[in-house]
């Protein structure tokens, strides 16, 4: 089955930066969509950025501008960049793949997650 595993969380200091990766790995035909999400305890998981198979890339309005999300198709990477971390940054952040899967088909992947943290 195909597996997401997250890398890169930790602690970081108001203003600063940290990068977080997630590699897919096995019988993978087509990576569709990578997308970060993040959650708090006791709200939704949201939306953080999406990078599309096209190229595009989508963003939540809150870390435009300050997060960037890319991907690499050959080794099925997807990486955020944040940059001016803030306390409402942290979270528990998730990486999604949406793919084809050889025997499967598309199915959907979560990661099991990686905390970032921004003490205030």
């Known amino acids: 089955q195909v597996q997401l595993v997250e890398s890169g969380g930790g602690l970081v200091q108001a203003g600063g930066s940290l990068r977080i990766s997630c590699e897919a790995s096995?019988?993978?035909?087509?990576?569709?969509?990578m997308s970060w999400y993040r959650q708090v305890p006791g709200k939704q998981r949201e939306l953080v950025a999406r990078f599309n198979s096209g190229g595009t890339t989508n963003y939540a309005d809150r870390v435009a501008g300050r997060f960037t999300i890319s991907a690499d198709s050959a080794k099925n990477t997807v990486s955020l960049q944040m940059n001016s971390l803030q306390p409402d940054d942290t979270a528990v952040y998730y990486c999604?793949?949406?793919?084809?899967?050889?025997?499967?088909?598309?199915?959907?992947?979560w990661g099991q997650g990686t905390l970032v943290s921004v003490p205030s």
């Open positions: 096995g019988r993978i035909l087509r990576i569709n969509i």
């Open positions: 999604y793949a949406n793919l084809f899967e050889i025997g499967r088909g598309n199915v959907e992947v």
